[in-house]
């Protein structure tokens, strides 16, 4: 079946520095949803994006999906403390399949 | 407020004993779903529902089941549980399938098969 792998599994930064997650699909994805799940908390969206190529910003988070749209990554510039916790991306309109998640912990 | 609930949040329960697991929203959202989280395995889908009384599996169904009777309520059915299947669930709602929209989760429910 597909198959959405996320990598790093573990990333620590220290606060301030950037930090990025990938994703990558053997198959052409539909679409790709991003979400932030805290630490005992539930996943939480953060974003779509459906074109080839598409970049959206959020502040400090830059989302972008590749040509082939076999590929995704999420990038946190200056991390701060807030931005702990693990993030998943996803991707489906009925089925969805989610990537393994990439856990994020930021040292003060 | 806008929010999915499930209950409950926390359950201990013994092989072969059968339980339900509620899910509610208040969004009247169309379509609705339920996964599994397990340490490094990330969340997988076990059934989602586009619609009252239309449902169909994901990915990891076996030993699960699931009713959409009614558009804000989807429980999840284990009719005979197995240690294999302690995890933590989460429900989820969207707006409309078929369409790319953001899904909105419950806050989790616990469950541990001894």
């Known amino acids: 079946g597909q198959q959405v792998m996320q990598i790093p599994q573990y990333q620590h930064v220290q606060e301030g520095e950037d930090f990025t997650t990938y994703c990558n699909s053997s198959t052409t994805l539909s679409n790709i949803q991003w979400y932030k799940q805290r630490p005992g908390g539930h996943p939480v969206f953060l974003i779509q994006l459906v074109k080839s190529g598409e970049v959206k910003k959020q502040k400090r988070l830059t989302f972008q999906f590749g040509e082939a749209k076999k590929n995704s990554s999420l990038h946190i510039t200056a991390t701060q403390t807030t931005d702990v916790g693990t993030y998943f991306c996803?991707?489906?309109?009925?089925?969805?399949?989610f990537g393994t998640g990439t856990r994020l912990k930021v040292l003060a | 407020e806008a929010q999915v609930t499930q209950n409950p949040r926390y359950l201990i329960t013994v092989t072969g004993k059968k339980l339900t697991v509620t899910c509610s929203q208040n969004m009247n959202h169309e379509y609705m779903s339920w996964y599994r989280q397990d340490p490094g395995l990330g969340l997988r889908q076990i059934y989602y529902s586009m619609n009252v009384e239309v449902t169909d599996k994901g990915d990891v169904p076996e030993g699960y089941k699931v009713s959409r009777k009614e558009k804000r309520n989807f429980p999840l059915i284990l009719e005979s549980p197995s240690p294999n299947q302690t995890s933590l669930y989460f429900c989820?709602?969207?707006?409309?399938?078929?369409?790319?929209?953001?899904?909105?989760f419950g806050p989790g429910t616990r469950l541990t098969v001894t």
């Open positions: 996803a991707s489906g309109t009925y089925k969805y399949i």
């Open positions: 989820a709602s969207s707006l409309r399938p078929g369409r790319s929209y953001e899904q909105y």
